[in-house]
């Protein structure tokens, strides 16, 4: 199950298990995650279920949503990453196992080589990797996003094609 850890101020240090689809983040009680620090906007963002993950969008935050360091509108939630509203940091967690090959342990996982640059799979003897593309389905806005309250997203049917008749 994804997390969201607040690390500091270590005054408000939690964790917060993420089990919505729409998650509002910002000062004020009427949000799911109320963070109470001035440098955080009374509607500061939104996280928005993405399959197994969250996306991130800022509300036109004072203050700004950081991502790895990073000002973002939106942005697609990897483990481990960064976040800080205003002056508040926190740590996104997935939640994703971590799987290891068959009987291994964590020594042996550090003792595994690692092949040399421009080595395919293949000449290890194993299957060659095929990366998958961060994002296939399309691209994230770059501009903010506005749910009203208790609004839910629906998608969008695609066009039906024309006949001629």
């Known amino acids: 199950m994804p997390k969201l850890h607040i690390l500091s101020p270590s005054s408000l240090a939690a964790t917060i298990e993420l089990t919505e689809s729409l998650i509002t983040i910002g000062r004020t009680p009427e949000n799911s995650i109320c ?4 440098n955080v ?7 928005v279920r993405d399959g197994d993950n969250y996306q991130l969008h800022d509300f036109k935050s004072s203050n700004g949503t950081f991502v790895n360091g ?11 990453v960064s ?12 939640g994703l196992a971590k799987v290891a090959p068959l009987g291994a342990t ?11 640059k421009g080595s395919s799979g293949k ?30 997203a629906k998608p969008i049917a695609p066009p039906s094609p024309k006949t001629s008749e």
Not at 35 to 38: A, K
Not at 106 to 116: E, F, H, S, W, Y
């Open 35 to 38: 963070i109470q620090d001035t």
């Open 41 to 47: 906007s009374r509607r500061h963002g939104i996280l």
């Open 123 to 152: 000449e290890r003897g194993g299957m060659s990797k095929r990366m998958k593309p961060e994002y296939a389905a399309g691209t994230l806005q770059s501009g903010p996003v506005t749910f009203q309250p208790g609004s839910m």
């Open 83 to 94: 976040i800080r509203f205003g002056s508040v940091e926190l740590r996104y967690e997935s």
């Open 70 to 80: 990073e000002q973002i509108m939106a942005a697609k939630l990897k483990d481990g």
């Open 106 to 116: 964590q020594a042996d996982q550090k003792m595994l080589p690692t092949p040399p």
